[in-house]
């Protein structure tokens, strides 16, 4: 491989590995959406909310003076209360979320998004092998596993929406608006680096075409 090769391969990867801390971000983290209340007097207690993968954390404010009606601006303040969700510790309780959401959903997502960073480790084992000499045939399988993690995670992306979606159309709960925060655009940057990054990481690692009618594949130069 040419050092102009090498240095779009390094670069590629550092793409990639600010997508890969991004996927970390978004899924450890819990600011995937966040849910407020619509309020019909200004002397009324604000429960917002806002919750990611694993679990929910509810907020509770009395809202007095406010010309709005709704209470996004309390959403990141307060005291907060937060639990897992039961589905994944049952010793934790979260009644809201056994009526507003399905088991399944959460789940789903969940397990997508660890399905991503599974991708993402073993891409970064063959792409750490591929340094060692004669190895860049490593560089293709890695290119690989990086792009099934950007698809896994924006799968896991619009199954959230799902839920939040349906979250908000139940009748059994007090949250009427909603929006996508920090975690879900993390997650969504995750996607379009992985994802890309995957892709022109193949498209370098691949070897040199034939320049010539003539020659055939195994007629051009080896790489070096």
């Known amino acids: 491989m040419s050092q102009t090769e090498t240095l779009k391969v390094r670069v590629t990867l550092f793409f990639i590995l600010v997508g890969g801390v991004l996927a970390m971000v978004a899924v450890v983290t819990d600011h995937w959406a966040l849910l407020s209340p619509h309020l019909e007097h200004h002397n009324e207690t604000c429960e917002a909310a806002h919750f990611g993968l694993w679990r929910i954390c509810t907020t509770r404010v009395a809202v007095r003076g406010q010309e709005d009606k709704n209470c996004e601006h309390v959403t990141l303040s307060g005291d907060k209360n937060c639990s897992y969700f039961r589905h994944f510790n049952p010793g934790e309780s979260s009644e809201i979320f056994e009526f507003t959401t399905q088991k399944e959903y959460s789940i789903s997502a969940a397990a997508i998004a660890v399905f991503s960073l599974g991708f ?105």
């Open 120 to 224: 993402i480790i073993v891409g970064s084992i063959c792409a750490f092998l591929s340094f060692g000499n004669k190895r860049d045939y490593l560089l293709r399988p890695a290119s690989m596993f990086y792009a099934f993690a950007g698809l896994c995670l924006i799968v896991s992306v619009e199954v959230m929406r799902q839920s939040v979606k349906r979250m908000i159309d139940s009748e059994d709960t007090v949250w009427i608006e909603y929006y996508y925060s920090w975690s879900f655009a993390c997650a969504c940057a995750a996607f379009t680096l992985l994802f890309l990054g995957g892709l022109f990481l193949l498209l370098f690692s691949l070897p040199r075409m034939p320049q010539n009618p003539w020659e055939s594949c195994m007629d051009a130069e080896p790489e070096h």
